[in-house]
């Protein structure tokens, strides 16, 4: 039910993004009171969800309940309550689209769980949406060596050289996209990066894998 409505509503304000800058007149005028109605949304919802957090924290301390997390829940081993609130904010601030929050709670988490991978990569998303491509790349790049996944290490070299390329480093990014290509040569983005570097413009491909995994 969460998911199909922050989808509509990511949807209608990528709508928004798309159409604004070109829009005048009363098209302005619909699109900025349609961000209204989406920033009222999002604050509303925020503070309902708030509100149940802190009562199921109020319940948990009231009945002295320890957090046991599910098998494949991203904090696993001794996670106290904390750090699985700070998780569970965490994901609902990036649902809103508030990456300044996200950031808050996830770097809470990783101060006492560092190798984290759910953690880093929703703090190197979230770091990548407010334009802090340096920040996203310490996380990205402390969770190279900890990713197994051959495709996933792949993606992850993708998105670095994507940052290095950002900031003209051209030839660092080739090597990036060249070791994005060996862990996995069938993987697009690269190449289309690597032409990207050729030309010295163009626009660069993170690609879909990192966000799906959020």
Same mark, same amino acid.
């Given at each position: 039910?969460?998911?199909?409505?922050?989808?509509?509503?990511?949807?209608?304000?990528?709508?928004?993004?798309?159409?604004?800058?070109?829009?005048?007149?009363?098209? #302005?005028?619909?699109?900025?009171?349609?961000?209204?109605?989406?920033?009222?949304?999002?604050? %509303?919802?925020?503070?309902?969800?708030?509100? @149940?957090?802190?009562?199921?924290?109020? @319940?948990?301390?009231?009945?002295?309940?320890?957090?046991?997390?599910?098998?494949?829940? =991203?904090?696993?081993? %001794?996670?106290?309550?904390?750090?699985?609130?700070n998780f569970a904010r965490g994901?609902?601030?990036?649902?809103?689209?508030?990456?300044?929050? *996200?950031?808050?709670?996830?770097?809470?988490?990783?101060?006492?769980?560092?190798?984290?991978?759910?953690?880093?990569?929703?703090?190197?998303?979230? /770091?990548? /949406?407010?334009?802090?491509?340096?920040?996203?790349?310490?996380?990205?790049? /402390?969770?190279?060596?900890?990713?197994?996944?051959?495709?996933?290490?792949?993606?992850?070299?993708?998105?670095?050289? *994507?940052?290095?390329?950002?900031?003209? #480093?051209?030839?660092?990014?080739?090597?990036?996209?060249?070791?994005?290509?060996?862990?996995? =040569?069938?993987? =697009?983005?690269?190449?289309?990066?690597?032409?990207? *570097?050729? #030309?010295?413009?163009?626009?660069?491909?993170?690609?879909?894998q990192l966000v799906s995994l959020?």
């Open positions: 039910m969460f998911q199909q409505m922050f989808a509509e509503m990511n949807e209608m304000l990528s709508d928004i993004a798309r159409q604004l800058p070109e829009a005048q007149g009363v098209k #302005r005028h619909e699109l900025l009171g349609k961000y209204r109605m989406l920033r009222k949304l999002s604050d %509303e919802a925020l503070d309902e969800w708030l509100a @149940f957090a802190e009562a199921l924290s109020l @319940f948990r301390q009231k009945m002295e309940l320890t957090e046991e997390p599910e098998p494949g829940t =991203p904090l696993s081993g %001794e996670a106290s309550g904390v750090e699985m609130e994901q609902g601030y990036y649902k809103l689209l508030m990456f300044p929050n *996200c950031i808050e709670q996830f770097s809470a988490v990783i101060s006492h769980y560092p190798d984290n991978l759910a953690a880093r990569l929703y703090l190197a998303m979230s /770091h990548l /949406h407010q334009g802090e491509v340096l920040a996203a790349r310490v996380h990205l790049e /402390h969770m190279l060596p900890l990713v197994k996944s051959r495709k996933l290490k792949a993606h992850l070299y993708n998105a670095v050289g *994507c940052i290095a390329a950002s900031g003209r #480093r051209f030839d660092e990014a080739k090597e990036l996209f060249g070791l994005a290509l060996k862990y996995d =040569p069938a993987l =697009p983005e690269p190449d289309a990066n690597l032409e990207v *570097c050729r #030309r010295g413009s163009g626009e660069l491909q993170f690609g879909s959020l």
